[in-house]
């Protein structure tokens, strides 16, 4: 029994550093999961909101330097007033698909983690993202439908109030605007150094990235692929340990039973070729009658 449960505590080590270095190789940061934080964090935060006032929220220490807003408005308004809060301004004549009675709109500014959730190969980011996303909204709290815009007038205008001029003096900043799966469009900035959008998302402000002769992996990627590594030479070591304790009990059951073997009855034995057979000792049954009359 002490042999199986120290070959258990080994196998259990090293599975438990194998899971360990491939959760981390393949960890990352996820733009879609941040923003439904943030969506069950406002509603967690506030209930009952007013309509029509923009609530800040007070993010918990780890996501300091994000700034996180919500507004609950009413469709009719929204399409008649237009919103504009925050860096984003929202004109009339701008519709929710689907409609709804009520809608609330969300707002990020990812702050000094911009290029840790979205990065970039070409471009360098010289403003932090800002975005919004809408949802439908019920009298006490936001629901999870995520609504669309169908803008019928003038485009949604986006106002960046600091841009690192230092960091692209050289280039001209364009708007970049992210779209899923780590698709971005980059497009011109207006004369009032605007990003224009006819729909919901996520935006920033880029300028070209030096060229270098030889791109090469930063150290951040080395480390994945080293996790990477490491996990998977370690489930190939699980492996074989398990195939050598499937062996070695194997080995063990033979090596019982032919001890019970040697403990019954036994048997002469003879050889057959290089094969020792067992053999046991012939005895002729006598013959006689049942009965001693004869006829």
């Not at 194998?18 to 509603?43: I, P």
Request: net charge positive; hydrophobic share 40%.
């Amino acid at each position: 029994m002490e042999f199986f449960k120290s070959w258990y505590n080994v196998i259990w080590l090293i599975f438990s550093l194998s899971l360990t270095s491939f959760v981390q190789a393949s960890y990352g940061y996820d733009s879609e999961s941040l923003s439904t934080f943030f969506h069950d964090y406002a509603n967690a935060s506030v209930r009952n909101p007013h309509t029509g006032i923009l609530y800040n929220l007070s993010l918990p220490a780890n996501f300091s330097g994000m700034e996180v807003s919500f507004a609950r408005i009413l469709s009719a308004k929204f399409w008649s007033r237009g919103v504009n809060f925050s860096s984003f301004y929202i004109p009339p004549r701008v519709l929710p698909m689907p409609y709804v009675k009520r809608l609330a709109i969300v707002y990020e500014n990812l702050g000094n983690w911009s290029s840790v959730y979205y990065q970039l190969s070409n471009y360098t980011l010289v403003a932090p993202v800002v975005g919004f996303l809408a949802y439908d909204s019920n009298p006490s709290a936001m629901g999870i439908q995520k609504i669309n815009f169908s803008t019928q007038g003038d485009p949604i205008a986006i106002r960046f109030p600091h841009i690192d001029v230092q960091a692209g003096q050289n280039f001209t900043p364009k708007c970049i605007e992210f779209g899923a799966g780590g698709s971005f469009e980059i497009k011109n900035m207006t004369e009032a150094n605007e990003c224009l959008t006819h729909g919901e998302g996520h935006f920033s402000i880029v300028v070209p990235s030096p060229e270098t002769p030889t791109p090469m992996p930063t150290p951040k990627k080395k480390e994945r692929w080293k996790g990477l590594v490491a996990g998977i030479f370690g489930l190939v070591l699980l492996g074989l340990v398990m195939i050598v304790m499937y062996k070695l009990v194997r080995r063990r059951q033979i090596r019982g039973m032919e001890k019970q073997s040697e403990k019954d009855v036994a048997f002469n034995t003879f050889w057959v070729g290089r094969s020792k057979m067992p053999s046991a000792s012939m005895t002729r049954t006598q013959p006689h009658l049942e009965q001693e009359y004869v006829p």
